[in-house]
């Protein structure tokens, strides 16, 4: 059985940083496809970035040089470093893993319970 659990959501000041984490069990974080969503209320849930098999990683464009996801197989979590953060990232922030499309949510099986980011302005 696979389990997500997100960690490191919090609130914090536009420009600032904040490191979220996905513990894993179950599942290998470095096969397949990782990847980060978020949702704010009333709207759909939203591709942030993924890694696949481990080493490819993709963006969504308004993240691009702000956000990086990075996978430590020792532990078999997933990171998503978020720097330079702005209250539009605001969200709560969802661990995926899946296979197949990797910036498609159907790709996804399997979702963690969210870790909530707050960023004022």
């Known amino acids: 059985q696979v389990h997500l659990v997100e960690s490191g959501g919090g609130s914090v000041q536009a420009g600032g940083s904040l490191r979220l984490s996905c513990a894993a069990s179950?599942?290998?974080?470095?096969?397949?496809?990782m990847a980060w969503f978020r949702q704010t209320p009333g709207k759909e849930r939203e591709w942030v970035a993924n890694i696949f098999d481990g080493a490819n990683s993709h963006y969504r464009d308004s993240v691009k040089g702000r956000f990086t996801i990075s996978q430590d197989s020792a532990k078999n979590t997933l990171y998503l470093q978020m720097n330079s953060l702005k209250p539009e990232d605001a969200a709560m922030y969802f661990c995926?893993?899946?296979?197949?499309?990797?910036?498609?949510?159907?790709?996804?099986?399997?979702w963690g319970q969210g870790t909530q980011v707050t960023v004022s302005s």
């Open positions: 179950g599942r290998a974080v470095s096969r397949g496809c």
């Open positions: 995926a893993a899946g296979g197949g499309w990797c910036p498609d949510k159907s790709s996804y099986q399997y």
